[in-house]
């Protein structure tokens, strides 16, 4: 695996699939990851904290970060590529241009100019690697409906994958930020899944997920369409660390 930091340097062949990440990989990454790898003849992951979709400078700072464990996780995942920019390589000085998209749901107006920061360095990997497809996670559903957006707006010729969740055995959906949660925190978290798990099936999901949130007060519960599928989202505030997750209410992603 080859490791680029400038945009300069990278020299692509083949038909490209893009993983594009914020590092501190865990199984839901390697899963894009090998699901990239069976369908491209290049697989390049981007592995870039990107401070313009922070809304908190310490949510920034806290940001787990361990790329010589990431480089060997994606080396063994089968990445090609990984594409490593610093902030100067991604915004130089004078950088002025910010891509904006409408209707960011209920994450939106939680993190105002969070998906400003998410649609831009996007919309910059896509045209600095020029992939065919580009693979998104299931736990960041609005994210994903940005991008697909954005690629519909701009016409931009890319295809976007989003693939399934990955949780662990208790049911938590996979992020770097569970490493900050405490034992007692973590149980606590645990409302989370079991409550948009207790929805499906529900004739009101919306309500049937905040009964069962054992006293937590969500930030939102809401209802997203990716395009065909119908997801409920919610995002919880447990201790410091900030949580999101979705279930598949009807239809398929894809």
């Known amino acids: 695996m080859k490791v680029v930091r400038r945009i300069d340097d990278l020299r692509l062949t083949g038909e490209i699939g893009l993983v594009p990440t914020m590092g501190a990989f865990h199984a839901g990454h390697v899963a894009l990851f090998r699901a990239a790898r069976a369908e491209n003849e290049t697989v390049v992951a981007s592995l870039f904290v990107n401070p313009a979709q922070f809304d908190e400078a310490a949510d920034f700072?806290?940001?787990?970060?361990?790329?010589?464990?990431?480089?060997?996780?994606?080396?063994?995942?089968?990445?090609?590529?990984?594409?490593?920019?610093?902030?100067?390589?991604?915004?130089?000085?004078?950088?002025?241009?910010?891509?904006?998209?409408?209707?960011?749901?209920?994450?939106?107006?939680?993190?105002?100019?969070?998906?400003?920061?998410?649609?831009?360095?996007?919309?910059?990997?896509?045209?600095?690697?020029?992939?065919?497809?580009?693979?998104?996670?299931?736990?960041?559903a609005q994210q994903?409906?940005?991008?697909?957006?954005?690629?519909?707006?701009?016409?931009?010729?890319?295809?976007?994958?989003?693939?399934?969740?990955?949780?662990?055995?208790?049911?938590?959906?996979?992020?770097s930020r569970n490493t900050r949660l405490s034992d007692s925190e973590r149980e606590r978290a645990l409302a989370l899944p079991r409550a948009l798990q207790a929805a499906i099936g529900s004739s009101d999901p919306v309500a049937t997920a905040r009964a069962h949130l054992n006293g937590m007060d969500p930030e939102y519960v809401e209802l997203i369409d990716l395009d065909g599928a119908l997801l409920l989202a919610a995002a919880v505030r447990v201790g410091p660390t900030r949580l999101i997750d979705n279930v598949l209410l009807k239809g398929e992603l894809r």
């Open 144 to 175: 994903a409906a940005v991008v697909r957006k954005l690629v519909r707006d701009l016409n931009l010729e890319v295809e976007i994958r989003v693939h399934s969740t990955v949780r662990d055995p208790d049911g938590l959906a996979l992020s």
């Open 61 to 140: 700072d806290a940001y787990v970060r361990d790329e010589a464990q990431d480089e060997q996780i994606a080396a063994v995942a089968g990445v090609d590529v990984l594409f490593a920019p610093s902030a100067d390589e991604m915004y130089p000085a004078g950088f002025g241009t910010w891509v904006d998209v409408e209707g960011t749901g209920g994450e939106g107006a939680a993190r105002p100019g969070h998906f400003r920061g998410v649609a831009t360095v996007c919309l910059k990997l896509l045209n600095i690697v020029r992939p065919r497809r580009a693979y998104f996670g299931q736990k960041d």
